[in-house]
T-cell receptor
Framework: GENVEQHPSTLSVQEGDSAVIKCTYSDSASNYFPWYKQELGKRPQLIIDIRSNVGEKKDQRIAVTLNKTAKHFSLHITETQPEDSAVYFCAASIEGNEKLTFGTGTRLTIIP | GAGVSQSPSNKVTEKGKDVELRCDPISGHTALYWYRQSLGQGLEFLIYFQGNSAPDKSGLPSDRFSAERTGGSVSTLTIQRTQQEDSAVYLC???FGQGVSGYTFGSGTRLTVV
């Protein structure tokens, strides 16, 4: 089955700086890669996703890049703000199967 | 409904008792998933229902865990003879399925086994 690894497990950045979280996956058949943000005590919420037919996707301060050859994808947050502090999860799904395999999460702390 | 609804939001049970957790998915979502999140940990897949297909039970940790989905809508996750290591937040999610979109999660049920 699919295996998703996520790094780093914790990340602290100064407010206004950029944050990058990286994930690798094992199954080359995976074609859908969403990112979820989970604030303390709340449900995970989808913040951005990318499919294998594109290499990069942006939504305001958030971007995701995908390298299918290397089987890795990354989340980039620019101009970080205190409200970006949360746990971020990457995930991958294999074509034809909607089950998502999640990474272990990154606790992002924005330092004011 | 407007979102994925889970009940109860919190459940405290004694070791050895059975518990049932309920999930109401978003109307029209054919796929329903159960995940478990232990304190400070990631999301562990438990079981996945897609339409009328046989569920993918590959994530259930033991035969004490079971789930069903009646009428293609509401799902119940049952844990028999609960153990302390079953303490976690149990998250349900739903999606349109068939390669469309990411999940919408419910708020979860926090299960504490004492």
């Amino acid at each position: 089955g699919e295996n998703v690894e996520q790094h780093p497990s914790t990340l602290s950045v100064q407010e206004g700086d950029s944050a990058v979280i990286k994930c690798t996956y094992s199954d080359s058949a995976s074609n859908y890669f969403p990112w979820y943000k989970q604030e303390l005590g709340k449900r995970p919420q989808l913040i951005i996703d990318i499919r294998s037919n594109v290499g990069e996707k942006k939504d305001q301060r958030i971007a995701v890049t995908l390298n299918k050859t290397a089987k890795h994808f990354s989340l980039h947050i620019t101009e970080t703000q205190p409200e970006d502090s949360a746990v971020y999860f990457c995930a991958a799904s294999i074509e034809g199967n909607e089950k998502l395999t999640f990474g272990t999460g990154t606790r992002l702390t924005i330092i004011p | 409904g407007a979102g994925v609804s889970q009940s109860p939001s919190n459940k405290v049970t004694e070791k050895g008792k059975d518990v049932e957790l309920r999930c109401d998915p978003i109307s029209g979502h054919t796929a329903l998933y159960w995940y478990r999140q232990s304190l400070g940990q990631g999301l562990e897949f438990l079981i996945y229902f897609q339409g009328n297909s046989a569920p993918d039970k590959s994530g259930l940790p033991s035969d004490r865990f079971s789930a069903e989905r009646t009428g293609g809508s509401v799902s119940t996750l049952t844990i028999q003879r609960t153990q302390q290591e079953d303490s976690a937040v149990y998250l349900c999610a739903s999606s349109f399925g068939q390669g469309v979109s990411g999940y919408t999660f419910g708020s979860g049920t926090r299960l504490t086994v004492v």
